[in-house]
């Protein structure tokens, strides 16, 4: 189970995801927006989670269902 994420930027972005009550569980700060980023969700209980992309001081969220 991955997800795979490329910005299409040379700018740095971060790469955050939090479970449905807000904890993070996952981060990845200043990476290369330009390369596909592999994240690993195995560890992943199923549920409900939410991708927060950082870029320029702007923010996008999507949400991911992860089913087992």
Known sequence: ??????????QLVDLIIKD???S???SLLDT???TTQ??????????V???EVRLN???QVYK???LN
């Open 1 to 10: 189970d991955f997800i795979y994420i490329n910005c299409n930027t040379e």
């Open 20 to 22: 449905i009550k807000g």
């Open 24 to 26: 993070t569980i996952f």
């Open 32 to 34: 290369h927006g330009a």
């Open 38 to 47: 592999n994240i690993y969700l195995t560890p992943f209980s199923q549920g």
């Open 49 to 51: 989670y939410f991708l």
């Open 57 to 59: 001081n702007k923010k």
């Open 64 to 66: 991911i269902q992860k």
